[in-house]
């Protein structure tokens, strides 16, 4: 005879078990994933920041970054296929789809005969929402690797086609580049996103008045370079929108039962270490810092079921926190003294110098002076060999001064050669040495907080990474 007892035994706790196991189990993965790419970010950049920052409160030390405090820090590998030292387009695929790949293919194998699979568009197609963001242009290649599959990360007017056609839910920061094609003789991509369904909106003011179910959306900088790219952060003024306004919103556009999925790239730091401009970097890392500072805001309300992830495709520049001319001294302080991105002092020099009674040397410096604080007494006074530093790269400039091929890529790579004299000087006085205008093959930091933030740490491939989000999401069968 089957008693209630047995009954119990039998049939109900194992039900009991199998609901509570499977609540339980169902609460150990993420749903909402943040996924920060910075890109060019190195360890070292990271420790030159909260340098910085320490340096600001007059403390020798780091001040922590929002993420530099998560609980689980990793390290990764990124060489590509083909090359050690990678290229955005390489690391991003391999961030993207777990996959290597060769040196400038966007989301396709190595023989570009197969499109690789991203994790973005994965989770899209289970339901899940997806934000792309970016402050560079939005078919830059870190950007497109989610949602692209391209040979080559210059066909830019081809990745716009791709974007279109993601049906992904946001995109933010920067516009389309050659938005009408190489050539300027395509159909506009904002107009081909428009009768797609895309909502486009510029500026702050039409970001903060979207609704929480306006979807399909492409927000942008109502102010974009020549590049669609947004300024630098050191350049920025109120018409651009921040990196954390852009997470606010893709949270508040996205936030829905099943789950969301948002990459946001920290883009404009690379372009600034390819120009061995500290101050910018730094200012774009910082940036960076406090659009995290949002997401974490969402993962204390959803703590068992948000991932976090902060990382890095390459570093560049070979950035260090030490020069040989000043042995074991820093003064990162001094970079406060900068006052816009190497790129604005270069366009405010061709603008300067394009007028024939502004080509004189004393103007030079007096521009030197106000926007890098460089000359006159005291710490920032020039000596003589920066001084001669200087004069030489203005008679580069005039032209008058002859010299190699391989000095002009040692002094001033692809860079006007008073601005980036400029930049270099404060850097040097700063403390800060850098090692080259390209990438370098230094592993990347991996910084984790959330749901299965544990598996992030170690040494690994870059590759591993979006495998361990997989995991973490319960997707990886
Ligand atoms: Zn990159």
């Known amino acids: 005879m089957i008693t209630s007892n047995r009954i119990l035994k039998i049939v109900i706790f194992p039900v009991i078990f199998f609901f509570f196991y499977s609540g339980f189990l169902h609460a150990q993965q993420a749903k909402y994933i ?49 090359r050690l030292i990678t290229c955005s387009a390489a690391a991003g695929t391999a961030l993207s789809t777990g996959q290597k790949t060769t ?76 938005a009408t094609g190489k050539d300027k003789d395509k159909p506009d991509l904002y107009q081909l996103a428009k009768q797609a369904g895309y909502h486009i909106v510029r500026g702050v003011d039409q970001l903060n008045n979207l609704k929480r179910n306006d979807n399909r959306v492409i927000a942008i900088s109502n102010f974009l370079t020549k590049a669609a790219s947004q300024d630098f952060v050191i ?38 270490a390819h120009a061995n401009d500290g101050a910018t970097a730094i200012w774009n890392i910082i940036g960076l810092s406090d659009a995290v500072e949002r997401a974490l805001e969402f993962y204390k309300e959803h703590p068992n079921e948000t991932l976090i992830i902060v990382t890095a495709d390459h570093e560049t520049g070979g950035i260090t926190l030490g020069w040989s001319g000043k042995n074991y001294e820093t003064d990162l302080l001094l970079l406060i003294h900068q006052k816009v991105s190497f790129s604005k002092f270069a366009h405010l020099l061709d603008s300067t ?14 521009l030197i002076n106000e926007y890098f604080g460089l000359g006159g007494e005291g710490e920032l006074a020039l000596s003589d060999y920066e001084n001669k530093l200087l004069s030489d790269a203005w008679k580069c400039w005039k032209g008058e001064l002859q010299i190699s091929d391989m000095e002009k890529q040692l002094n001033y790579g692809n860079e006007n050669p008073i601005a980036v004299t400029a930049t270099r000087i404060l850097n040097h006085k700063a403390g800060l040495g850098w090692t080259t205008w390209a990438h370098t093959g230094t592993p990347v930091p991996v910084f984790a907080i959330g749901q299965g933030h544990e598996m992030f740490n170690g040494y690994y491939h870059i590759t591993d990474i979006p495998k361990k989000i997989k995991m973490a999401m319960g997707l990886d069968k």
Do not use: C
């Open 353 to 366: 110098l394009k007028i024939p009674e502004n080509q004189n040397y004393e103007l030079i410096l007096k």
């Open 235 to 272: 350049d920025q003024n109120r018409n651009d929108i921040p990196l954390s306004l852009l997470i606010d919103k893709a949270i508040e556009l996205l936030d829905n039962d099943k789950g969301f999925f948002i990459m946001a790239e920290e883009g404009n730091h690379d372009w600034a």
């Open 34 to 82: 943040f996924y920060f790419i910075s890109d060019g970010m190195g360890m070292t950049h990271v420790a030159v920041t909260e340098a910085f920052l320490a340096s600001q409160k007059n403390e020798i030390g780091f001040e922590r970054l929002s993420f530099t405090k998560f609980p689980t820090t990793g390290f990764a590998n990124n060489n590509a296929l083909n």
């Open 103 to 178: 040196i400038n293919t966007i989301g396709m194998n190595g023989t570009r005969d197969q499109n690789l699979y991203s994790i973005a568009s994965i989770v899209k197609r289970e339901g899940y929402k997806v934000g792309i963001i970016s402050n560079v242009s939005i078919n830059h290649a870190t950007p497109s690797v989610f949602y692209a599959h391209q040979p080559s990360r210059n066909n830019y007017y081809e990745i716009g086609l791709d974007l279109i056609s993601s049906n992904y839910d946001f995109f933010g920061g920067g516009g389309f580049y050659q």
